[in-house]
Nanobody
Framework: QVQLVESGGGLAQPGGSLRLSCAAS????????MSWARRAPGKGLEWVSS????????GYADSVKGRFTISRDNAKETLYLQMNNLKPEDTARYYC????????????????????WGQGTQVTVTS
């Protein structure tokens, strides 16, 4: 049974930072691409970032590029998202996801490439 549990969300001021974590279990974490996506109020699910098993290969949505950093600790089976310079438009529930299989860099943004999702953690950025 695949389990993904996000944590680290909360309230932040514009320009502030948060670090999200996703604890994974039930699969061989180190062999799968992992991803973060978010859902803002009244909007659909938006891909944020993905990372290969080798954490030197990453991808980011344009909306977060330069501000967010995805990383992973395979020994701890944990995925991270460092969120800096937060903006009100970053307010959303953030989810981590497990890749369905082999994912190319160009296919990273397609949510259909991910087959398991966590429960999410809320991030609220107030102005």
């Amino acid at each position: 049974q695949v389990q993904l549990v996000e944590s680290g969300g909360g309230l932040a001021q514009p320009g502030g930072s948060l670090r999200l974590s996703c604890a994974a279990s039930g699969f061989t974490f180190s062999t799968y691409t992992m991803s973060w996506a978010r859902r803002a109020p009244g909007k659909g699910l938006e891909w944020v970032s993905s990372i290969y098993t080798d954490d030197t290969v990453t991808g980011y949505a344009d909306s977060v590029k330069g501000r967010f950093t995805i990383s992973r600790d395979n020994a701890k089976e944990t995925l991270y998202l460092q969120m800096n310079n937060l903006k009100p438009e970053d307010t959303a529930r953030y989810y981590c996801a497990k890749g369905r299989g082999d994912i190319t860099i160009t296919n990273m943004p397609y949510l259909s490439e991910y087959d398991h999702w966590g429960q999410g953690t809320q991030v609220t950025v107030t102005s």
